[in-house]
């Protein structure tokens, strides 16, 4: 006898024979610890699961019950759950070298960037390091040189060279170069 937890007189209706064995316990469970909102919800969602099973009965008769089964819990709304959103965000690449420079020399640079980078790679090589440029992007107020190691500080100073020896460059305004 499963009573109310609001109106301990007031026994509740008997469960449907058709619940499964976890919703079994679950409603026993509920009725033993004096919380029958489970058992009143449970009982809620098994006559309106009924009711539409029977729906489909009188719609398709001739079907067996387990296909009208399978067409009913095709038809059940399963609660969305949100994607997790990934809300990593990737910091400034260690593998790359920065140098400050104005933008009448950087606007130089970007022109030929293609042969400015074969070139540092050609100086780079002659010092005997694995660093190689991969290629040069413009930000606000300096150049970042991409590599595929982190630079050392010969190769720094390798590339800080390089840039001071491009013609039409004062290397006054060429500042050290560093890393992000």
């Not at 309106?48 to 089964?69: C, D, G, Q, S």
């Not at 933008?103 to 970007?110: D, F, G, L, N, P």
Request: with cysteine; glycine share 2%.
């Amino acid at each position: 006898m499963i009573t109310s937890k609001w109106f301990p007189n007031r026994i509740l209706p008997p469960l449907p024979s058709h619940l499964t064995k976890t919703q079994l316990k679950a409603a026993k469970k509920c009725s033993n610890n004096n919380t029958s909102s489970h058992v009143t919800k449970l009982f809620a969602q098994v006559t309106a699961n009924t009711a539409n099973i029977l729906k489909i009965k009188e719609a398709f008769p001739a079907l067996p019950n387990k296909k009208i089964i399978e067409i009913h819990n095709a038809s059940l709304v399963k609660p969305h759950q949100p994607k997790k959103i990934q809300s990593t965000t990737k910091g400034p690449l260690r593998k790359q070298a920065i140098i400050p420079l104005s933008k009448y020399i950087s606007e130089v640079i970007m022109k030929d960037a293609g042969n400015h980078i074969s070139l540092i790679n050609n100086h780079l090589k002659h010092i005997k390091s694995t660093m190689c440029t991969e290629f040069i992007c413009l930000l606000m107020g300096c150049i970042s040189i991409i590599t595929n190691n982190v630079p050392s500080s010969s190769d720094l100073t390798m590339i800080e060279q390089y840039i001071k020896s491009i013609e039409g460059i004062n290397t006054n305004e060429v500042s050290p170069s560093c890393l992000p």
